[in-house]
């Protein structure tokens, strides 16, 4: 075994009012540490002079205890590279520091390292499902990865390490709550250009991701309890994000008109707001119809709700004109329209945008600033030259042109391997289809199966708050190139 470098070490406990010898206390941490797994075998100790000067202590019981744990076979020094744990301890003798595997929570109690029951919040219990499979492998189908071979690599490591090599100071110190100026600007005429989203860059905060906007909405808007309605189905992360903050979900059906908002009054009339995917309904892929647009408005302003916006592949459509955005459109600025770079870059970029009614601003910036303080800077100065010199603009066109041969396909490969089995719904739009399985077709078996298979499709049933009526999947294609998707789809149809 080569030996590790020196590693973290835990800091080391000493007690000046303990009557044992400083030598003995030492001695006696180091062995507790390097049999519980703190410290492992080659892994390098601090110098005798480093830890005296640490403890501030004579450095004669740090030598002590050396010299007594090396006699013991603990400890072994090899000349000029320092005092190391001793490789030859057995590692079956060393305890275990790898994590257990998560366990499923239920009803707020999780058990313990000694299986014990111990507590955690109600809102967490309710948000471990099972197990999900398909999201074990990344093949085909994966929901929200984009063509990631197609991403332009190399023009974006280079503004990555452009930044980081002159980030100076202000890129170093601390950023503010709502971001880099300069990208929110952008990103407003973006928007106003593409989305009819209309902003400046004084409604325009930078964060995480979706997930986190959908987050900090619901610091900002709700408090415990609060009603909010939600498309059911709908995205699951949404439902997490608002219920961490204690919103009640309301479900209120879909249809291929988009969200029911006459269901929804009825359900709901005092919701203090409406989660909505108006430009294509995850996960079934609708677009909300003018009329419903209007009524849900008119509703949000009467009663003084909130509509949260979610518009997170709207960039892809691929029949028709494209939609203006619902923020596009409201006259009484109760819209928060929420934006994410994940399908358009790549999910691990974790950066995304809310645009906030100007009165909210204020508010926003509070809300934000308590959750995460602000988005890391490198990467907004990255993201602002990419948009600022055209690669975002380009980017887009050529995955516009290579989702639609890819949905093509997936439509024809479904149509080919499995004809009147799974029944695609909704529009000609964004990085995934889902289809209906034939009444009584477990959905969760069947995502299961196709995991083995080394496919990943998301069962439709885990988007219902609702159980249900029907069973079925949802397959990203964004990801799979044209081969991968006609043997996924091969696959997927011995899985039923
Ligand atoms: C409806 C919806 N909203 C948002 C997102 C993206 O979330 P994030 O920006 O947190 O990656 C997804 C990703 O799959 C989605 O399906």
Redesign the pocket.
């Known amino acids: 075994m080569s030996r590790l470098p020196a590693g973290f070490v835990p800091p080391v406990a000493m007690d000046p009012h303990n009557s044992m010898p400083m030598y003995l206390q030492l001695s006696d941490w180091f062995r507790q540490a390097i049999l519980s797994g703190q410290l492992r075998p080659g892994q390098r100790v601090p110098s005798s002079r480093g830890l005296a000067s640490e403890l501030k202590i004579s450095r004669i019981p740090v030598l002590g205890a050396y010299e007594q744990l090396q006699a013991e076979g603990y400890l072994e020094t090899f000349q000029g590279a320092g005092t190391c744990v001793a490789r030859a301890i057995p590692a079956v003798l060393v305890g275990p520091a790898k994590p257990g595997r998560p366990r499923p929570l239920s009803h707020g109690v999780n058990g313990g390292p000694n299986g014990a029951s111990r507590r955690v919040s109600q809102r967490v219990a309710q948000m471990r499902g099972p197990e999900q499979t398909w999201l074990a492998n990344l093949g085909a189908f994966r929901?929200?990865v984009p063509a990631l071979e197609h991403f332009p690599l190399g023009v974006w490591s280079r503004l990555v390490s452009r930044h980081a090599r002159g980030l100076g100071k202000e890129g170093m110190v601390y950023g503010s709550p709502m971001g880099h100026m300069p990208l929110r600007t952008a990103i407003a005429e973006y928007l106003g250009a593409t989305r009819g989203v209309r902003c400046d860059a004084s409604q325009v905060l930078i964060t995480t991701?979706?997930?986190?906007?959908l987050q900090i909405c619901a610091h900002v808007l709700f408090d415990d309890g609060d009603a909010v309605w939600m498309e059911d189905p709908g995205?699951p992360?949404?439902h997490q994000s608002l219920r961490t903050a204690g919103a009640q979900l309301i479900p209120v059906p879909v249809d291929e008109d988009g969200i029911d908002v006459a269901q929804g009054e009825r359900l709901g009339p005092h919701a203090r707001a409406v989660y909505i995917?108006p430009s294509h309904q995850?996960p079934l892929g609708s677009t909300m119809s003018a009329a419903r647009r209007m009524r849900l408005l008119e509703w949000a302003a009467r009663h003084d709700a909130w509509v949260i916006e979610?518009d997170?592949?709207s960039e892809y459509r691929f029949g028709g004109r494209p939609l203006v955005s619902l923020q596009g459109t409201d006259a009484h600025e109760r819209v928060i329209y929420?934006g994410?770079?994940?399908?358009v870059m790549f999910?691990a970029i974790?950066v995304?945008y809310l645009v906030v009614p100007r009165d909210l601003a204020g508010a926003f910036e509070a809300g934000r600033d308590a959750i995460d303080t602000f988005t890391s800077t490198l990467y907004q100065y990255a993201m602002t030259d990419f948009i600022r010199e055209g690669h975002f603009a380009r980017h887009i066109r050529s995955m516009r042109t290579l989702y639609q041969a890819r949905r093509a396909a997936v439509l024809a490969a479904i149509e080919l391997e499995m004809g009147g089995r799974l029944a695609v719904v909704g529009a000609d739009a964004g990085m995934q289809v889902a289809g209906l399985l034939p009444p009584g077709v477990d959905d969760v078996a069947v995502s299961r199966a196709a995991a083995q298979r080394g496919v990943s499709v998301r069962p439709l049933s885990q988007c219902y708050l609702k159980p249900p009526q029907r069973g079925g999947l949802i397959l990203g294609y964004g990801g799979a190139s044209l081969e991968e998707i006609r043997e996924g789809v091969r696959q997927l149809s011995r899985c039923f």
């Open positions: 929901v929200g991701g979706s997930q986190q906007g995205y992360g949404a995917t995850f979610d997170y592949d929420v994410t770079f994940s399908k999910p974790r995304g």
